[in-house]
């Protein structure tokens, strides 16, 4: 997969451009504040639906516009082009559109145009909280998975409606026994979810695993015994066999057994007013050697970690979907020392579209892959750079 072309109109400082890129690799070249950045994240919004940098859509649109629109012409694999598009609103209306069709849930999109985003954050999803290590669970799972997104979105839904619950139940807000009566039906509903989100982000970390050692070792140029362990919050979770979850008749029992958990444990809830066990507990913990890296390794070693993780999700969705995600490298060699840089380069352009952005040419000096394409950022404006 590789992004053919773009044109972008209104979206922050960017000027209105035209873009046509290479299919390997893309240099994006500026000081800090010209709109390197800019230029990414106008192209992986599709992706997500949303900002990567967490942004809201109206914080997006330029100053003196009340709206902006960006265009991209898309390369799948087998020659299944198509176009995706976005528009949004300084009142925060946003419309997206695949070959000129409006997408209605953000849902739609996962898998559609796929991105793996590097940039210093990334370190976050071995040091940062549990949140950060779901969210790559899940949405690596999703990407290959519909199911699975369909029980992530239904979970989700379970666990607002049992909050709000107990919070009611707790504040005496609420008829006691209406209320318990509609706790047990959600407690039911998130089972049956979470036993489906469990079975998936278990299959989801064995599968990154046959990648994640790999690719660590690579850009380490070492042989080390690396690898990431599912640490679920349901004792029934915990206590499945290998070959649980390919049979239906292994996720019905798993329901079942989530179930009794959750009832064993509902009238100290209840007294909390919170959610006390659930999916929106679960870690995975990530080991080199077996020490833990989120409490022991070196910020060098969570780098390298975070990248080898991220990296494995694309050889996943390779392996699984045949598709090569377009990767975005955004200021993170200056990290790196020169020969793991290099090393990552070349593992990315080997068999993706990479764009990298930097305001160090030294990052990629010396450095001539195949088909190379460098871009300038001066005050918004992108043009082709020559020399």
């Known amino acids: 997969m590789h992004i053919r072309s773009a044109s972008c109109s209104g979206f922050r400082n960017l000027t209105a451009c035209s873009l046509e890129f290479s299919p390997r690799v893309n240099l994006v070249l500026g000081r800090n504040g010209e709109g390197k950045t800019n230029l990414l994240e106008a192209l992986n919004y599709f992706s997500l639906g949303r900002s990567h940098r967490g942004c809201r859509n109206e914080d997006l649109v330029a100053f003196d516009r009340d709206d902006l629109h960006v265009r991209l012409e898309v390369a799948r694999k087998r020659g299944e082009d198509f176009t995706c598009e976005f528009g949004l609103s300084r009142r925060g209306e946003r419309r997206l559109r695949i070959d000129g069709e409006l997408v209605l849930r953000r849902t739609d999109l996962v898998g559609r145009l796929a991105t793996v985003f590097f940039n210093p954050e990334t370190t976050r999803l ?37 909050a709000t619950l107990l919070r009611d139940l707790r504040r ?32 989801e970390t064995e599968l990154l695993n046959s990648f994640v050692r790999h690719n660590h070792n690579t850009l380490i140029n070492k042989d080390l015994d690396f690898r990431m362990i599912y640490l679920p919050r349901f004792e029934s979770v915990k206590n499945l066999t290998a070959a649980a979850g390919e049979d239906p008749n292994s996720q019905k029992q798993l329901t079942e057994e989530i179930t009794g958990e959750l009832d064993y444990i509902m009238e100290q809830e209840i007294r909390r007013g919170r959610p006390l066990i659930g999916p929106q507990f679960d870690d995975l913990e990530v080991r080199c050697e077996g020490v833990d890296l989120r409490q022991f390794g070196s910020q060098g070693e969570t780098r390298s970690a975070a990248i080898a993780m991220t990296l494995a999700r694309s050889d996943v969705l390779f392996a699984t979907q045949g598709i090569r995600p377009v990767i975005f490298f955004d200021d993170i060699f200056s990290e790196l020392d020169r020969e793991r840089a290099r090393r990552l380069q070349e593992m990315a352009a080997s068999l993706h579209q990479v764009f990298i952005a930097t305001a160090r040419p030294e990052d990629v000096e010396g450095w001539q892959p195949a088909d190379l394409r460098r871009w300038r950022v001066r005050a918004g404006d992108v043009t082709l750079d020559d020399g």
């Not at 549990?130 to 666990?159: C, H, M, N, W």
Request: charged share 30%; hydrophobic share 35%; net charge positive.
């Open 126 to 162: 071995v040091r940062g909280g549990p949140r950060y290590r779901r969210q790559y669970l899940d949405q690596g799972r999703s990407e290959i998975d519909k199911v699975f997104l369909g029980e992530l979105t239904a979970l989700q839904r379970a666990l607002r409606q049992k």
């Open 172 to 203: 005496g807000a609420a008829h006691h026994e209406t209320t318990r009566r509609e706790l047990v039906a959600w407690n039911r509903e998130l089972a049956r979810s979470a036993a489906v989100v469990c079975l998936g982000r278990r299959q």
